[in-house]
Structures are given as C-alpha cells and as structure tokens.
C-alpha cells in the first residue's frame, strides 16, 4: 500500500528543487522524512524500508525505533560511501540521523511511564491491570486527610500503552486516584511472564 501510494503521489504531485544547498535539503528533507515516517508507525503502518526490520528488532527490546532505523540505514550509507561519495553520503547520515530522532519523538513505545493508581476497587482493578502485558504492585494505602483505607496499584508501562491504561482505569473507577510519572530506568523482567 505504502509504494502504491507513494507512487501514485509522485505522479500528481510536481517535484520541484527547493534549494541548491544540499545541507538544507538534508536537514528539512531529515524532518519530513522524519515526521512522515513517525505518524506512520505510530499508527501501525510502516514505508516499506529498514522500519519493517526495526518495528520486529525492537518489538521485545528497550531500544529507540528511530536510532535502530538510522543503524540500520547507516551501515547502507557508509558502504555507498566508501564506493562512491562521502559528501553525499554524509548529507544522508545527517538526514537520516534527524529522521531518527524526530521519529523517536513521535513514536513513543520505547519511553516507559509508571502509573500510580490509588483505588477502593481493588479486585476489579486487579483483575484488569494483570490482562495486561506489564505486571502489577499492590501496596495497602491510607488517605492522610480522610483516613479511609485503599489500595495502590503501582505498573510501569510504556507511553504508548498509556492510552489503554486510562481507558481501563476509568471503567473500572473513574474516581480513582492516579498519578504518572515518566521512568528513567527499569530493571528486571519488563514483560509479564506467562507462568505454566
């Protein structure tokens, strides 16, 4: 679909140089390709290229999508380079390498948030959350002010996961507590494990 359209597009859509300088064209063409290719993982789509082979790398890795893609691309680069011009394939690593990191601004699976949920539905938020590919806490949690007694629910997932966890909370109990926060770091097992 992705090289049907694009061929079409060339088609009806007049090519026209914008700059003889070939560092702009390497800088903005970068950002285009960049927020092009963003929107199109982001929402599950892919252009066809190194994105396929990087979506499957990173699907169980911590890894950036868009530095896998600039890996990827670049040992191409550097081979064309060595064979032909390295001006040339100096101005693409530049474009590839902000492609890669306005990708990683729009493709936000890899960023990991922790959700703190402060809740009195205990069993059905349990229930829930462990539907879920991350793993839960249960902490007993008492209301400083009110002094009632709830249940804190602490999962790291990823940003992109984030939508749903909302979604499941807000069925569950819209009036919950909840706080989220961004995580630098996450040690151990990411991913739930099936248990036999």
Known sequence: MSVVSTTLLMQLIPVRELTQEPLLG???????LGIGTGISLRWGGSTGGFDILGSILTRNRDFPLGSVIFALNGVVIIALGALYNWDLALNSMLSIYIAGKIVDAIH?????????????EKEKMKLRLLERPRG?????????????ENTMFMTVTTRYELAELR????????????NIVETVEVMGEFRRIKQS
Do not use: Q, W
């Open 26 to 32: 390497a800088v903005f063409g970068g950002v285009l």
């Open 108 to 120: 936000i699976r890899h960023i990991k948030v922790t959700a703190y949920i402060v809740t009195n």
């Open 136 to 148: 839960a806490t249960m902490l007993k949690a008492e209301g400083a002010f009110s002094g009632k």
């Open 167 to 178: 979604r499941i909370i807000r069925e569950v109990d819209p009036k919950a507590f909840v």
